[in-house]
């Protein structure tokens, strides 16, 4: 079964500083995969989307992610982080073929630090 | 930009009452989601649909809920007699198409007395 990991659960970093959260999914195919961030009391807005070609994605905010199938990963990349990235992030999988559903990571809470 | 919208933002219930989360798709979008995230958990999947019927529940989605498109606009998630495990936050999502991004309102917060 499809299914993704999170490991880091919470996260400082300064401002400025740059930024890289980890996401590792187990899916038996070539698998699409995304970054949603939720703002406190906001929903789940996409950061970005992976369903094929160039492994590097460029998203909104400035955030990046590089798709590894050699690692099963999926890490989200930022440059210099700014005050207002202060989110949970959450990576998740969208198995394709018949079925609709996204599989969540149990997200990373990130806090800046000025 | 498009957006997805979800009324009310808080929902207070006591238990055992029928509750009625509404939710407006993206107009152009033909697929149409539940999923609900428990406090301090991870947000999971309830249903999918498509075509004006169910194309896939997961098993949290039992006899107690139900999904409608009563019009062309709204989409509905009735839960039917509520349990204190049902307090969570609900977000309905919508795509394009199969695969493609979903994008998700920004969630009704249902808590259960």
């Known amino acids: 079964a499809q299914s993704v990991t999170q490991p880091d659960i919470h996260i400082t970093v300064s401002e400025g500083a740059s930024l890289e959260l980890r996401c590792n999914y187990s899916?038996?195919?070539?698998?699409?995969l995304f970054w949603y961030v939720q703002s406190p009391g906001q929903g789940l807005q996409l950061l970005l989307k992976?369903?094929?070609?160039?492994?590097l994605v460029q998203g909104i905010k400035g955030f990046e992610a590089e798709f590894k199938r050699s690692q099963s990963s999926f890490n989200l990349r930022k440059p210099s982080v700014h005050w207002s990235d202060a989110a949970e992030y959450f990576c998740?999988?969208?198995?394709?073929?018949?079925?609709?559903?996204?599989?969540f990571g149990t997200g990373t809470l990130l806090a800046v630090q000025p | 930009e498009p957006e997805v919208t979800q009324t009310p933002s808080h929902q207070v219930t006591q238990m055992g009452q029928e509750v009625i989360l509404r939710c407006v798709p993206i107009?152009?979008?033909?697929?149409f989601y539940w999923y609900r995230q428990i406090l301090g958990q991870k947000v999971e999947f309830l249903v999918s649909?498509?075509?004006?019927?169910?194309?896939?529940k997961s098993e949290i989605f039992d006899d107690q809920f139900s999904v409608e498109r009563p019009d062309g606009s709204n989409f509905t998630l009735k839960i039917r007699s509520t349990k204190l495990e049902d307090s969570a936050m609900y977000f309905c999502?919508?795509?394009?198409?199969?695969?493609?991004?979903?994008?998700f309102g920004d969630g009704t917060r249902l808590s259960i007395l």
């Open positions: 649909f498509y075509n004006n019927e169910i194309s896939e």
């Open positions: 998740a999988v969208h198995g394709g073929g018949a079925t609709n559903k996204l599989i």
């Open positions: 899916y038996g195919a070539t698998p699409y």
């Open positions: 107009s152009n979008h033909l697929y």
């Open positions: 992976y369903f094929s070609g160039d492994t």
């Open positions: 999502a919508s795509s394009e198409g199969q695969g493609q991004p979903q994008h």
